[in-house]
C-alpha cells in the first residue's frame, strides 16, 4: 500500500509560470513533510520541508502549503526556470522512517 | 564535496558474482539508510541502522547483505542478483531524534547505478 501519493507524474511549463505538485497521504502519525529534488544522475537533495503545525513555509521561490484536515500538502514553484528541470519527491515521516511519493519529472520550457 | 559518498557510482555483474555497495558519511549523523530507486516507482526504504545496529529490514531478499560497522560506513553485500534488482541503490543519512518529535531531513548520496547481466 502506497503511503504517499502524489501528482501528477510530469509537468511542463512555460519559464516564469507557476508549477504546482501535488501530495496525499493517510497516516495521522506523519509529522513531518520534506520535498526533495533529483537532478538526473545525482542523489535526492533536500528542497524544503514543513511540519505540521503550520499551514505555509516559503523559501525563496519554494512555498509548501499543508492542509492537515485534507491530509494534503503541495509543492509550488513560482517563476520557474529551466533549472528548476528536475524529479520532484514527496516524503512523509512519523519518526526516522521516511515515506516516498513516485515523483513528478517538472519540466520548465524556456 | 557531498555529506555523503558512494562507490562505486556504476556496477555491471553478472547473477553469479558478488560484490559491495559502500557508503560513507561525514555529517556526524547516527542513522543511515539503503534504498533502492527504480523508474516510476516510490523510493523502496531497504535496511535502516540506528547506531550502527538494524531497526528495519523490509522483507528484502537475503541476497541483499547489509552491514554496518560504525555510525559512518555502511556497506550493501550482493550475492547472485536477479535482473529485476537492476536500479539506483541510494544510501542515506540523518539524525535519529531518538523519540524527541523533533524530525531531522535525510541526505542522500548520489547512488550506485546497477545493472545485473
Known amino acids: 500500500q502506497q503511503q504517499v501519493k502524489q501528482s501528477p507524474q510530469s509537468l511542463i511549463v512555460q519559464k516564469g509560470g507557476i508549477s504546482i505538485i501535488n501530495c496525499a497521504y493517510e497516516?495521522?502519525?506523519?509529522?513531518?513533510f520534506p520535498w526533495y529534488q533529483q537532478f538526473p544522475g545525482k542523489g535526492p537533495a533536500l528542497l524544503i520541508a514543513i511540519r505540521p503545525d503550520v499551514s505555509e513555509k516559503k523559501e525563496g521561490r519554494f512555498t509548501i502549503s499543508f492542509n492537515k484536515s485534507a491530509k494534503q500538502f503541495s509543492l509550488h514553484i513560482m517563476d520557474s526556470q529551466p533549472g528548476d528541470s528536475a524529479t520532484y519527491f514527496c516524503?512523509?515521516?512519523?519518526?526516522?522512517?521516511?515515506?516516498f511519493g513516485t515523483g513528478t519529472s517538472l519540466t520548465v520550457i524556456p | 564535496e557531498t555529506g555523503v559518498t558512494q562507490t562505486p557510482r556504476h556496477l555491471v555483474m553478472g547473477m553469479t558474482n558478488k560484490k559491495s555497495l559502500k557508503c560513507e558519511q561525514h555529517l556526524g549523523h547516527n542513522a543511515m539508510y539503503w534504498y533502492k530507486q527504480s523508474a516510476k516507482k516510490p523510493l523502496e526504504l531497504m535496511f535502516v541502522y540506528n547506531f550502527k545496529e538494524q531497526t528495519e529490514n523490509n522483507s528484502v531478499p537475503s541476497r541483499f547483505s547489509p552491514e554496518c560497522p560504525n555510525s559512518s560506513h555502511l556497506f550493501l553485500h550482493l550475492h547472485t542478483l536477479q535482473p529485476e534488482d537492476s536500479a539506483l541503490y541510494l544510501c542515506?543519512?540523518?539524525?535519529?531524534?531518538?523519540?524527541?518529535?523533533?524530525?531531522?531531513?535525510?541526505?542522500f548520496g548520489d547512488g550506485t547505478r546497477l545493472s545485473i547481466l
Open positions: 516524503a512523509a515521516s512519523p519518526g526516522n522512517q521516511f515515506y
Open positions: 542515506a543519512s540523518s539524525q535519529d531524534p531518538g523519540g524527541t518529535g523533533n524530525n531531522q531531513p535525510q541526505h
Open positions: 497516516n495521522t502519525a506523519f509529522d513531518y
